[in-house]
């Protein structure tokens, strides 16, 4: 079992709709949680940081955390096409607050 | 945007040839990372360093060095390149836990 878990997708929806992106992880220690957004040929860049249970927003994106249930979500509302990217869940164990644990991404297509 | 440039951006190289990627960094910040990313994979950290000659190994170092005489440099070496190096590398920067800033990567193949 990877210890950070999202859906490959690809995820698609119509411009305008909220995308849901999900994702989970193994160790219970887990403190912090990053989302990054990687579009096609590029790097990857952070866009949201979540450390306490509950929602955070900021503009469009709201992350999600639930530690009981180990899970942490992103939500993008209004999605844009330029919206599309890959977007990279990544946790930090309470082992090593310098090493990120990363998924391996969801891919997103927000249509027209 | 984070100031953090790689070089080179592109390379091709023959297995068995030494290569070398340099990392510099005008935000003074302590930690600098080198990942690669590779489909299916994902990222994968190769080496980071939290300060001027302290580093440590990831969970992909064989193969790999690294050093770091200054604060805004971080260089990666491939003693002997082989055909699994292939890959894009990705050098980045962070002050606080979690929040890395990444460099435009270097795409490198072995043949």
């Known amino acids: 079992q990877k210890e950070v878990e999202q859906n490959s997708g690809p995820l698609s929806v119509p411009e305008g709709a909220i995308a849901s992106l999900n994702c989970t992880y193994s160790?219970?220690?887990?403190?912090?949680f990053f989302w990054y957004r990687q579009y096609s040929g590029k790097s990857p860049e952070l866009i949201m940081s979540?450390?306490s249970n509950g929602d955070k927003e900021d503009g469009r994106f709201t992350a999600q955390l639930n530690k009981a249930s180990q899970y942490v979500s992103l939500l993008i509302r209004d999605s844009q096409p330029s919206d599309s990217a890959t977007y990279l869940c990544?946790?930090?164990?309470?082992?090593?607050?310098?090493?990120?644990?990363w998924g391996l991404g969801t891919s997103l297509a927000v249509n027209p | 945007d984070a100031g953090i440039t790689q070089s080179p951006r592109h390379k091709v190289t023959e297995t068995g040839t030494p290569v070398t990627l340099r990392c510099h960094q005008t935000?003074?910040?302590?930690?600098m990372y080198w990942y690669r990313q590779d489909p299916g994979h994902g990222l994968r950290l190769i080496h980071y360093?939290?300060?001027?000659?302290?580093?440590d190994k990831g969970e992909v170092s064989d193969g790999y060095s690294v050093s770091r005489s200054k604060t805004e440099d971080f260089l990666l070496t491939l003693e002997s390149a082989t055909s699994s190096q292939t890959s894009v590398y990705f050098c980045?920067?962070?002050?606080?836990?979690?929040?890395?800033?990444f460099g435009e990567g270097s795409r490198l193949t072995v043949l």
């Open positions: 980045a920067i962070s002050e606080e836990p979690g929040e890395l800033f």
């Open positions: 935000e003074n910040h302590r930690y």
């Open positions: 360093s939290y300060g001027v000659k302290d580093t």
């Open positions: 160790d219970r220690g887990s403190q912090s």
């Open positions: 979540i450390y």
């Open positions: 990544a946790v930090i164990n309470a082992g090593n607050n310098r090493k990120l644990i």
